[in-house]
């Protein structure tokens, strides 16, 4: 079947009207979709008034039972998933996650689609109201409409048309909102995850409706390391720094050979993933944070001229922590990633006196990348043929999503982000996902759940 793919495409954007080439049971699908432009609008609308800040993590329970009262009545199963015991989950601020199931017209494979219910905090420069969900020009404007309660408003109208057009489908479709995705994804899809809910035999494909573009496939990601470095020193009063050592100075060395030594070599390595923007085609490291000495006050003087309450005592560091946040490519791997920074260390460790330091991992995911030919990234790309004409592209992301999850912990490897709206408009203040792009998506989402399920060929 994947030979016979690049045919069979060439043949429908050939065509032109891509529509004749749809059976009419699908092409009242795709109607019936049409018909539902209102519904995804006022759908996403609402969810994103339910303001889902993360952190601290507010109002996901609203969110999340929102979900899951407007699917019961269509004839899922809801599951509400509280991640007792994760980081973050609380009475006051509980991990609540939705799973809604629908059971097909036979048993056969579970298509899944997994949006994250939490978005960002709104920060500044909005020009109308952050949780307002205000249509202007033919998009809906608010923090999440695009990262991502478009893409999860349109994976519900998607599995509803289906499941309102009565065709047979064998099979499961099934909605999840999760939590945290911003902050790790440890309390939704990875708590899930561990627990079986994104593995064979329940679930066979996952799509991520995270915004990527009506017309982009995401196949995976690149790798990540984020650990902690911290530099020794000795205190001593600093009227005297000659009688300590400082840990900030020996940060300073280290951050040196960062920016002269590793990150100039790292703009050398180039991957052979389709990474988006291709600026992300390298290595790259963020310096994440630095924190040297005492705690950091907010210093002031009063009208007299004296230092108030908090003014600094005077100490050299005796330690000075930064931590990195290291991306790399699917060409190198996560050991020789830590042991080039190890390296460096040992090397100030053996030419600069005093110098001293310790090495910590805080978190880990190796790059992903599903195959071309894997059948969920085959029926979007035919899909995406049939609904808008055009071939996809794939691409790969540069930050890890909870696709990582999916596949470490899943074992599922069936799994693609694709969903609504422009990556960039991501975290920025005026996001917006775009009315049209919602129904496309919807459309495609539809139609490869026909093809996955095995409802339509
Ligand atoms: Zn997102």
Redesign the pocket.
């Known amino acids: 079947m994947e030979n016979a793919r690049p045919a069979l495409e060439t043949k429908l954007i050939n065509s032109k009207t891509t529509a004749e080439a749809l059976s009419p049971q699908i092409q009242a699908v795709l109607a019936r979709i049409e018909a539902k432009r209102d519904e995804v609008v006022a759908l996403t609308q609402d969810l994103v008034r339910i303001p889902t800040v993360n952190p601290p993590g507010d109002a996901y329970e609203a969110c999340a039972r929102y979900i899951g009262e407007r699917l019961k009545p269509r004839g899922f199963a809801v599951e509400y998933v509280r991640a007792l015991g994760a980081p973050g989950d609380s009475d006051a601020k509980p991990r609540l996650n939705v799973v809604a199931r629908w059971q097909g017209s036979s048993s056969g494979e579970c298509v899944h689609f997994n949006s994250?219910i939490d978005v960002v905090e709104a920060g500044s420069g909005w020009t109308s109201d952050p949780f307002g969900a205000e249509i202007r020009d033919g998009k809906i404007f608010g923090r999440g409409t695009c990262?991502?309660k478009g893409g999860l408003a349109a994976s519900i109208i998607a599995c509803e048309a289906l499941i309102e057009s009565g065709l047979p489908i064998p099979g499961a479709l099934e909605i999840s909102g999760t939590v945290d995705?911003e902050s790790g994804g440890f309390a939704g899809v990875g708590y899930l995850a561990e627990r079986g809910y994104f593995s064979k035999p329940r679930v066979h494909y996952v799509i991520i409706p995270?915004p990527l573009g009506v017309d982009r496939i995401c196949l995976g990601h690149r790798g990540v390391w984020w650990g902690e470095v911290e530099t020794k020193g000795r205190i001593a009063h600093g009227s005297m720094p000659f009688l300590g050592d400082s840990a900030i100075n020996h940060m300073s060395a280290f951050i040196h050979l960062l920016e002269t030594q590793l990150q100039p070599r790292l703009k050398q390595r180039h991957t052979s993933e389709p990474v988006e923007p291709p600026g992300a085609r390298v290595s790259t490291l963020n310096i994440n944070s630095i924190h040297g000495g005492q705690v950091e006050q907010h210093y002031a003087i009063d009208a007299r001229g004296w230092p108030t309450a908090d003014s600094p005592s005077p100490v050299v560091a005796h330690s000075c922590r930064t931590v990195l946040d290291r991306r790399f490519i699917a060409e190198e791997n996560l050991e020789a990633v830590k042991q080039e920074i190890i390296d460096m260390l040992d090397e100030l460790k053996r030419t600069r006196p005093g110098f001293d330091f310790g090495i910590r991992d805080i978190m880990s995911f190796v790059p992903t990348a599903t195959p071309r030919d894997a059948p969920v990234v085959d029926a979007t790309a035919r899909a995406i043929a049939r609904v808008l004409g055009r071939e996809p592209s794939y691409i790969s992301s540069p930050g890890t999503?909870d696709q990582k999850h999916i596949v470490r912990t899943g074992k599922l490897k069936d799994c693609i982000a694709y969903g609504p709206g422009i990556l960039d408009l991501?975290h920025q203040p005026n996001e917006y996902v775009g009315i049209q792009e919602l129904v496309d998506s919807a459309k495609v989402m539809a139609l490869a759940s026909l093809t996955l399920t095995g409802a339509m060929r």
């Open positions: 994250h990262d991502m995705e995270e999503y991501a």
